[in-house]
């Protein structure tokens, strides 16, 4: 039987449903689920902001003034971090770290209602995708 064009949406449903049942996703879920592991990333993600903003950037700021004398990065002081050119904000970090365990907690919900909803979208995928059928025969008589 020839798939068109109009069962490509059919298709998209019916494609990603079985990775839902995959065991490494079930763990995927249960790791963006666990607060310890939330902390961990949220705490690896602010320490490595706070290093970028302490990241010297005079010598690239005077390698930058030789080739053009005339740019901003001539009036970079040698000792500059990243967090002086971008603005200090002595918080940056930990609001990073706290966005980033919000999103993970965000996706950890998001995946465990598509893991539940799962086959239930499988069976209306499946439901559709026959009364396509059915209307795309009925439609040819």
Do not use: F
């Not at 706070?50 to 030789?66: I, N, S």
């Amino acid at each position: 039987m020839r798939l068109t064009i109009a069962a490509l949406p059919l298709l998209a449903l019916l494609a990603p449903l079985p990775a839902a049942a995959d065991p490494a996703a079930g763990r995927a879920v249960a790791t963006l689920n666990d607060p310890a592991m939330q902390d961990r990333m949220a705490d690896t993600v602010a320490a490595l902001v706070g290093a970028l903003m302490q990241m010297k950037v005079g010598p690239l700021a005077e390698a930058v003034a030789r080739v053009d004398p005339e740019s901003d990065a001539a009036y970079i002081p040698p000792d500059a971090t990243v967090g002086d050119i971008a603005g200090r904000d002595p918080h940056y970090a930990e609001r990073m770290g706290d966005d980033v365990r919000a999103g993970t907690r965000m996706a950890g919900h998001a995946a465990s209602a598509l893991a539940a909803y799962a086959p239930v979208l499988k069976d209306m995928a499946r439901d559709l995708a026959a009364q396509w059928e059915r209307e795309r025969a009925a439609s040819r008589r």
